[in-house]
């Protein structure tokens, strides 16, 4: 799903092949021990991983799109989905 | 799993796998009765991450029966890929108008002449080589058959399949390298 992201002007992707390369960015080490797949390094170098995880950061990311429901109850709502999708994601690669 | 298909996949527990994704899509199906997006009356991050996941079920199983079927789910997702943001990150998404399933080497020769028969209504050109073809599956049929008694695994070809269904309407100037690469971005 993050895929749906990655043409976005602003957005790289890279496919990673071979995770034990990610082991040698010694910097990547140190801000995202797990080095799980996918994560995002923001444009500050930070790290925050997992589909869940960047959803709520580029979602939250413009306020004027209400990506995350105009209430609590409709935040909650999206969240279920979101899970509900991750859930099917491994079936579907 | 529907889209790399391991190896030694059987076809039992692959479709019991696609039965599962559309058992799995009822609920959803459910809550856009009457609803254009997911939760509330404009989209979100649900409706993003659903249409995302879901797409590989569209473009493979989903066929038009099953979509008929769920038509509240059909027209969402439809109107997700037509989005204008959609269009330009991800292209043109179809969906399928027939399921495609890896073959197995027993079956891999008819699939191949299906193929080319949808070829043919777009162009009459191979229309001379029907007989050809039919002897040359039925040979590749028969070796599939003694090849099959040695090995029972079933190697699914996902591959030829889709990769046929994608090019169909390329004419013989497409760039093929070009149209792989855009289908690699699709994904």
Known sequence: MISAFAGHKNVKMTKVADVEALKKDKDLEKK??????????????????????????????????????????????????IAWAECLAPWMD | ?????????????????????????????NVLKGKKWIVGDSITMADIACASALTPAFQLVFDAGFRKGRADLAKWYEAFVALPQVLS?????????????????????????????????????????????????????????????????????????????????????TDLDALAKKIFEIK
């Open chain 2, 1 to 29: 799993m529907l889209f790399n298909t391991p190896k030694d996949l059987d076809m039992k527990k692959f479709n019991s796998i696609v039965d599962e994704v559309k058992k799995q899509v009822t609920p959803l199906n």
């Open chain 1, 32 to 81: 995202h021990p797990s080095l799980t797949l996918p994560y995002l390094k923001t444009q500050s170098g930070d790290i925050i991983s997992t589909p869940s995880g960047i959803m709520g950061y580029i979602g939250r990311s413009s306020a004027d799109a209400k990506l995350f429901g105009k209430s609590v109850f409709e935040e909650g709502q999206v969240n279920q989905w």
């Open chain 2, 89 to 173: 990150t991800a292209g043109s998404i179809k969906s399928c108008s027939k399921a495609l399933k890896p073959t197995a080497p027993g079956t891999a020769a008819p699939a191949k002449k299906e193929t080319k028969k949808d070829d043919d209504e777009f162009d009459d050109l191979f229309g001379d080589d029907d007989e050809a073809d039919a002897e040359a599956a039925k040979k590749a049929a028969e070796a599939a058959k003694s090849q099959n008694k040695k090995k029972k695994e079933k190697k699914p070809v996902i591959a030829q399949s889709l990769v046929m269904f994608e090019v169909k309407p390329a004419d013989s100037e």
